[in-house]
């Protein structure tokens, strides 16, 4: 089945530094890829959606210049957060849909990235 | 906008109990719906969904859900649970017809632990 492969899983980075989580399809090509984040005993809240070749759309309240979001190729969605402070700490989701293979919406999720700002 | 509230945050249950899990939706129109289940430290995986049909969806790993429709609920269900079934559970909704999957909303989480 689809695979989406998220990396790194964990970061722990000084307050002011950038950070960058990289979002793999890896047997499918993903137009679309989702960017979730997630805070303690909440759900899942979607940041962005990523489009292949043009400019992310972002939910209301994301900062899009924190939150930097390049989806260059079919197979790849980045997210830098820059200039990353401790509330920035958070668990890290991205999300593809593999349009071809189904007729269930086919979302699969990556891991998941743990980012500290310390 | 749709919401999804789960009734419980953290469930501790006992190797062979019986598992019910909430969730209720808020929406409109129709909706699809979805299980997830997030074990430690791995990704998110869909453990059942329901589009339409029977109301009884049966899922992987012996778990079902129930959409009651004039009930906007949509509960989780296993008859018995096992140590392996530790795990966080979200509950989804999405918009039937919602091709780009903006409006995908979670609920929060209800994390269970099944002690052996």
């Known amino acids: 089945g689809a695979v989406v492969s998220q990396h790194p899983s964990r970061v722990i980075c000084k307050s002011g530094t950038s950070v960058k989580i990289e979002c793999r399809s890896l047997?499918?090509?993903?137009?679309?890829m989702f960017w979730y984040r997630q805070f303690p005993k909440q759900s899942l809240m979607l940041m962005a959606t990523?489009?292949?070749?043009?400019?992310?759309?972002?939910e209301q309240g994301v900062e899009k210049d924190k939150f930097l979001i390049n989806h260059a190729s079919l197979t790849l969605s980045t997210l830098t957060v820059a200039s990353a402070h401790p509330e920035d700490s958070s668990f890290y989701i991205c999300?593809?849909?593999?349009?071809?293979?189904?007729?269930?919406?086919?979302?699969?999720f990556g891991s998941g990235t743990r980012l500290t700002v310390v | 906008a749709q919401s999804v509230s789960q009734h419980n945050h953290h469930v501790i249950l006992s190797e062979a109990a019986s598992l019910e899990l909430g969730c209720n939706y808020s929406?409109?129109?129709?909706?699809?719906l979805f299980w997830y289940v997030q074990y430690p430290g791995q990704h998110l995986q869909l453990l059942l969904k329901?589009?339409?049909?029977?109301?009884l969806v049966k899922g992987i790993k012996g778990f079902e859900a129930e959409f009651i429709k004039s009930k906007f609920s949509f509960n989780l269900r296993k008859p018995s649970v096992q140590w392996s079934d530790t795990a966080e559970y979200f509950c989804?909704?999405?918009?039937?017809?919602?091709?780009?999957?903006?409006?995908?909303?979670f609920g929060p989480g209800t994390r269970l632990s099944v002690l052996p």
């Open positions: 329901y589009f339409s049909g029977d109301p």
């Open positions: 047997d499918f090509q993903a137009t679309t």
């Open positions: 999300s593809a849909r593999d349009f071809a293979g189904s007729n269930n919406y086919g979302y699969t």
């Open positions: 989804a909704v999405i918009p039937e017809g919602d091709n780009y999957g903006q409006n995908f909303v």
């Open positions: 929406y409109g129109g129709t909706v699809n």
């Open positions: 990523s489009n292949e070749g043009s400019k992310a759309t972002y």
